[in-house]
């Protein structure tokens, strides 16, 4: 089995003490986000075959990376650095301080553990075509030698990724926009090009309709990049999250409306205020991440 920490939270950015403890434990419960029964998830050595790990800063949870490198349990880190402006990641890392992060974990454990992550590229006032460009030419340069892989997606406007940029469009005045589809394979096909000429392989995440060479579809949950970092080989079952979504079977260790980032295009949480209620609440011994579900 493997274990996704996770897509609907940043993890190793905020729950890094929760995670050690449920590993101590062998066992971690989930709330069924969709009003099911909560389920559990064995954190067992001989149940978890490996993990990734999705974050905006993996500073505070590299001692817990050191333990699992250290009795070589495998894993894969998804690092997100866009370098947007900070009226649309409030308290992200500042960009520098996010590549050299890619920087000390390809060092650390190999740049197979690794994988950039651009995305999701939002068209805003702040953020059009040309500052994609320049932004994402200046990243790979920075990340070449470093990383072997970005993954990058167009925003999808779920119902809170909506919400979220109307309340910034209507709060600060900064207009957004959904393009067409022509017009972001276009800057997709110009950004897969920059990336090649950086030595890095562009993927595109769970979106087929955008899909044109030079880019590939991403497998975000890779079994064969964590085969390759464990040195032997894991199996698991395609069983995408979505049509297109190429992701390994995995269980996921998360909660929507936990992650404080503050992020406006996160298709995770609805109010930033929600989650930084709900991230003080959380009690980092407890079995759940989040034993209640938002209000």
């Known amino acids: 089995m493997i274990v996704s920490a996770s897509y609907k939270t940043d993890i190793p950015a905020f729950y890094g003490r929760w995670f050690r403890t449920r590993l101590e434990a062998g066992f971690a419960d989930v709330m069924n986000p969709w009003g099911g029964a909560p389920f559990r998830v064995d954190l067992r050595r001989a149940a978890v075959d490996g993990f990734v790990f999705w974050t905006r800063n993996a500073a505070p949870f590299l001692d817990q990376l050191d333990r699992l490198s250290a009795v070589r349990w495998p894993f894969v880190v998804q690092v997100t650095v866009t370098g947007y402006p900070r009226a649309l990641e409030r308290s992200v890392v500042p960009t520098e301080a996010a590549i050299a992060q890619i920087r000390a974990l390809s060092r650390r454990f190999g740049r197979r553990a690794v994988v950039w992550r651009y995305d999701p590229i939002l068209i805003?006032?702040?953020?059009?075509?040309?500052?994609?460009?320049?932004?994402?030419?200046?990243?790979?340069?920075?990340?070449a030698g470093h990383v072997d892989e970005v993954t990058l997606s167009?925003?999808?406007?779920?119902?809170?990724?909506?919400?979220n940029l109307e309340r910034l469009r209507r709060e600060q005045g900064i207009g957004w926009r959904d393009p067409e589809a022509e017009e972001k394979r276009a800057l997709l096909s110009e950004l897969a090009t920059i990336a090649l000429e950086a030595g890095i392989t562009p993927t595109l995440c769970a979106q087929p309709d955008l899909l044109s060479a030079p880019l590939r579809p991403a497998a975000c949950i890779?079994?064969?990049?964590?085969?390759?970092?464990?040195g032997s080989e894991i199996t698991a079952l395609t069983k995408g999250n979505r049509p297109g979504c190429l992701c390994a079977h995995s269980r996921d260790l998360g909660a929507y409306d936990s992650c404080p980032h503050g992020c406006v295009y996160c298709y995770a949480v609805g109010r930033q205020d929600t989650a930084k209620r709900r991230h003080r609440a959380h009690d980092p011994d407890g079995a759940f991440l989040m034993a209640r579900n938002p209000a």
């Open 154 to 163: 167009f925003t999808t406007i779920y119902r809170k990724t909506g919400a």
């Open 124 to 143: 805003t006032a702040l953020t059009d075509a040309d500052f994609h460009r320049e932004t994402f030419a200046k990243l790979s340069r920075a990340l």
């Open 222 to 230: 890779d079994a064969r990049r964590l085969s390759d970092v464990a």
